[in-house]
């Protein structure tokens, strides 16, 4: 198995910077997610892995050895794409089959090695078939099973489960955390989906802009997002954030005023808090109170939102909970679900 070591790397196109500055430790047998909106930079930081792009500047290191310049048939990696990649005039079994026959592996193996891949994604039964005659799922397990095949030291996967439907998002999304947990190889994947990064990362490798933002365990940057940008970007929904001033000990805003709040903090600020982490109230007054802008009936819970200028703010509130638009609401925050940003450049403010 391999560690992988992204030192000082940088991705240019003349004037136009797709990656800058990064700096990486992937241990050996990490689920490793590098999660952003389009544009970010963090499939051009796996294709710089992968040996598909060269980077500008830094070093990239597979295991021990640095592996610029090196092809990407020679750096013992398997990718899987978006795109699933199936060669349409082979069955499954020669789609699974086909990286141990361009490299040359003892054909007396490939037997026992496809059809281990292919159990281990449940495939077992349509190895005859054709890609045209598998759904979108199966397909994509076929691109898990010639990545298997391989057994490589490294797995990247690039966005594999876009193309599918939510509900088999989910299933895959098992397979796979399943998959590496009994592979035990060190994978990198791809998404902008936070949802697939919290359910699958050991670590989670927020990024935006070209810039690592936030490194850690999907706990960590859900329950302490380093910046504003992490916490607009993870959580279901997204972390509240509400500009503010603090005038003797008290959190100020429109229709808002909190109480007992840190004579630490600068005046002028950003407030956060997780939805579920507060109380909605029609009967009692709290720390935010306005009318309700709309709401939402999710089956276990209920979304209520009210709006503070061009802020939107969302609780989760019990099953039963009920309003109507325009009712006066009140969201009553606990200073231990409050989180401080700084205005200027959106950091994380501890005290």
């Keep these: 198995m391999a560690k992988i070591q992204l ?21 050996d047998k990490e689920f490793i997610v590098f999660l952003g909106p389009s544009g970010c930079g963090k499939t051009t930081t796996m294709r710089m892995i992968a040996g598909l792009e060269d980077p500008t500047e830094g070093e990239i290191y597979i295991g021990d050895t640095c592996v610029n310049g090196f092809d990407p048939k020679d750096r013992d ?12 005039n082979l069955t499954v ?4 089959r086909f990286p141990l026959k361009i490299r040359k592996v003892d054909s007396n193996t490939h037997d026992e090695r ?5 159990d281990m994604v449940e495939l077992g039964q349509l190895l005859e078939r054709y890609p045209r005659e598998l759904s979108g799922g199966q397909r994509q397990r076929v691109a898990l099973a010639r990545a298997i095949v391989r057994e490589p030291n490294v797995f990247l996967m690039d966005e594999p489960l876009s193309n599918l439907d939510a509900k088999l998002r989910v299933s895959t999304r098992a397979q796979i955390k ?3 947990h009994t592979l035990q190889t060190t994978t990198i994947y791809v998404t902008h989906d936070q949802i697939e990064a919290m359910t699958l990362a050991d670590r989670v490798v927020v990024m935006s802009m070209g810039e690592l933002q936030q490194l850690g365990t999907p706990t960590e940057i859900y329950d302490r997002p380093a910046n504003t940008f992490v916490a607009s970007f993870i959580g ?7 500009d503010g001033d603090i005038i003797n000990n008290q959190f100020t805003a429109e229709h808002t005023k909190v109480d007992n709040v840190s004579n630490q903090l600068p005046s ?4 956060g808090f997780r939805a579920e982490d507060i109380q909605v109230s029609t009967e009692v007054e709290g720390d935010i109170t306005a009318p309700v802008y709309s709401i939402e009936l999710l089956g276990d819970s209920t979304l209520i939102s009210i709006k503070i200028k061009d802020a939107l703010l969302i609780a989760k509130a019990d099953k039963t909970f009920r309003a109507k638009i ?21 950091s994380r403010i501890d005290i």
């Design 178 to 180: 399943h998959l590496q």
């Design 77 to 88: 990696i398997s990718m899987v794409f978006q795109s699933y990649g199936l060669y349409p």
């Design 93 to 96: 079994y020669e789609n699974i």
């Design 114 to 118: 496809v059809n281990r891949a292919s």
């Design 268 to 271: 002028n600020i950003t407030m």
């Design 326 to 346: 325009g009712q006066p609401v009140s969201f009553i925050i606990p200073p231990e679900a409050r989180h401080w940003f700084n205005r200027e450049d959106g």
């Design 236 to 242: 279901s929904p997204a972390m509240n954030l509400l």
């Design 7 to 27: 030192k000082n790397i940088c991705k240019r196109w003349g004037s136009t910077t797709g990656v800058k500055d990064f700096n990486l430790d992937i241990e």
